[in-house]
């Protein structure tokens, strides 16, 4: 299973510096327009042979001031349910703070391994500053120099340490899994409830070691796949599911552990940010994608016409990815939910087809050929 860090801690303690570093990522490439990727908050490290993805949890903040601390807290809540280690980031030029020291309540009582990081420490006198730090009651703080790269490299190798690779569940490898994904109210536990009901005959889980399993077989009707992350799904957390930052948690544990993603979208809504995040996410992991339109029954005028301007609308936000299958549902109906099964399983089994080297060089050589002299002739004529 792979693993998941969350970096957390106050406005300006460094955050964002810290992730791109670990992730390598620059500025340069991040694009601020809404709804495009997010990569200052989610990308991949690798570090001594393993990889891992971090979150940076500053991206998701709430803009608006009364609400703002409360926000904040709740991500840290979030990351200590959803990640696999969490690094609590303070600020050596400013000191602790009330909030440090609120964050570091919540943080003490968790199980998680957190790993107290004191940024801006960028020359060997702050390293007596940092010591204050003890006083949040998280052990020893692991001075680094963000911005210099300084002690970084420490930092990893303590997260590794820390951070025990998550168990491999018990799953048969050859069996597709299917993560149902897409913003709250689009209908996922409606329609894995579809799916799965009640009937416990259905359905195993499966039973993981340190946390509850992610995966559910299902085994029914002539399908035999996993769900992945099924109670997440169905488990709803009143507090936290109204929080975007809980919902992309969920969604990239769902995704990373997937083959194939079923990306819900509301029909009555059409394509939003959120949705766009979640492909993003998708597209990021190399995952194959089924688009649900889901909520059918509510959409009155439902024409060939309506269809295809549908259909139109959603490849022209994902362009230039378009090869994609797109399933108009109603998980409350139940029509066409079974559609979307036999479409996740065609689309699982494109993705592991192997094509011959034979087969290749026959259809690949004659296209290469074909570049390769249209490319000198335009050469000599020039
Ligand atoms: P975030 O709000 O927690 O994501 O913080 P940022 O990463 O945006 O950093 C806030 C400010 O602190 C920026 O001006 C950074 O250049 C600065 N900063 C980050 N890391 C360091 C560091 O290691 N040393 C110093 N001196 N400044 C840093
Ligand atoms: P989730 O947050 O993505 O798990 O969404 P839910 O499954 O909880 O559904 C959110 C709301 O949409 C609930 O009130 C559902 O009853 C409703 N809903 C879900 N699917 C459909 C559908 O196909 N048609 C209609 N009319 N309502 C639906």
New binding site residues.
Partial sequence: MANLVAIV??????????FNRLTQSRRAIVSDTAGTTRDRQYGKCQWNGREFSIV?T?GWVVKSDDIFEDAIRKQVIVATEEADLVLF?VDT?TGITDWDEDVAMILRRTKLPVILVA????NSGQYYEAAEFYKLGLGEPVC?????GGGTGDLLDLLLEKMKDAPDENIEEEIPRFAVVGRPNAGKSSLINAFIGEDRNIVTEIAGTTRDSIYTRYNKFGFDFYLVDTAGIRRKNKVTEDLEFYSVMRSIRSIENSDVCILMIDATRGIEAQDMNIFQLIQKNNKSLVVVVNKWDLVQDKTQIVIKTFENAIRNRMAPFVDFPIIFCSALTKQRIFKVLETAKQVYLNRTMHIGTTKLNEVMLPVIEQRLHHRSRASTSR
């Avoid at 680094?144 to 210099?148: D, M, N, R």
Wanted: neutral net charge; glycine residues 14%.
């Fill in positions: 801690g106050r406005p300006n303690v460094g955050k964002s510096t810290l940076d500053g980031l030029e940024n801006k420490v960028d680094i120099s963000a911005a210099t």
